[in-house]
């Protein structure tokens, strides 16, 4: 029976002494001979499951049970000693697998996303007609404080006397633009009986989408394409 190094795995005749390859002392092991499998191979199950629930890449169970039966299979098939087949099976159902559950983040961002994206227009929309009506309260306060004067024509000079919000009173607040326009006399030198104030979305569609606006009325109206002007000229009322 031929031997070989124990060392270097050469082979090694009865007689020597060292190994001539590596020169180790000779110890020696017998030849390993394969053995072929006996009886029929066959593809692995796990291997086939695999690969099903590897197609069901959208499915995010199925997703990780290709992954884990894929990995299995894997196993199981190295140590079969050539009687079950299916590697190729297997490693496609590892890749479909490893997809689907690479997919699974995106397809929740995408679902969730818009959803937080519409709810912070509705907040900002919100704040904005509550910013508003804070406005027009705020008017009627000061005209009855200033008699002589009359209505503020702007949010600085509204903001001197009445405790506004900051970002009311900056004229930019969540996403919303305010302005007080359109201030007019009954007569030359008389106190201000007419204002207008807006409330329009700093970037329409995407900090908000409706347009408000008041005036002296205290109506309170809203356009839905967010234009100002237009909400002053054929604004809906508000409910």
């Not at 499998?37 to 199950?45: D, E, I, L, N, Q």
């Not at 237009?230 to 809906?236: A, D, K, N, S, T």
């Amino acid at each position: 029976m031929s031997t070989f190094c124990t060392h270097c795995g050469n082979s090694v005749d009865d007689q020597d002494k060292f190994c001539p390859a590596c020169g180790a002392a000779a110890g020696r092991a017998p030849a390993q001979i394969p053995v072929a499998p006996t009886g029929p191979t066959k593809t692995s199950t796990k291997a086939i499951i695999s690969l099903i629930c590897g197609l069901f890449i959208f499915c995010f169970p199925l997703s990780v049970v290709a992954v884990i039966l894929g990995h299995l299979s894997h196993s199981e098939i190295k140590k079969s000693a050539g009687r079950l087949t299916g590697e190729g099976l297997a490693t496609a159902g590892l890749v479909l697998g490893y997809m689907g559950v690479a997919a699974i983040p995106l397809i929740i961002a995408a679902i969730a996303i818009p959803n937080l994206l519409r709810a912070r227009l509705a907040a900002n929309e919100s704040s904005a007609l509550a910013s508003l009506r804070t406005i027009t309260v705020a008017e009627v306060t000061y005209s009855a404080a200033h008699p002589e004067t009359g209505y503020a024509c702007t949010l600085s000079e509204l903001g001197g006397s009445q405790p506004l919000d900051a970002g009311i009173a900056a004229g930019v607040k969540n996403g919303y633009r305010f302005e007080i326009m359109g201030c007019e006399a009954g007569a030359p030198d008389a106190p201000k009986t007419k204002y207008r104030v807006v409330a329009y979305p700093v970037a329409v569609n995407q900090t908000g989408v409706r347009a408000f606006c008041s005036d002296e009325s205290a109506v309170l109206k809203q356009h839905a394409g967010g234009s100002a002007q237009r909400c002053l000229e054929e604004g809906v009322v508000l409910q």
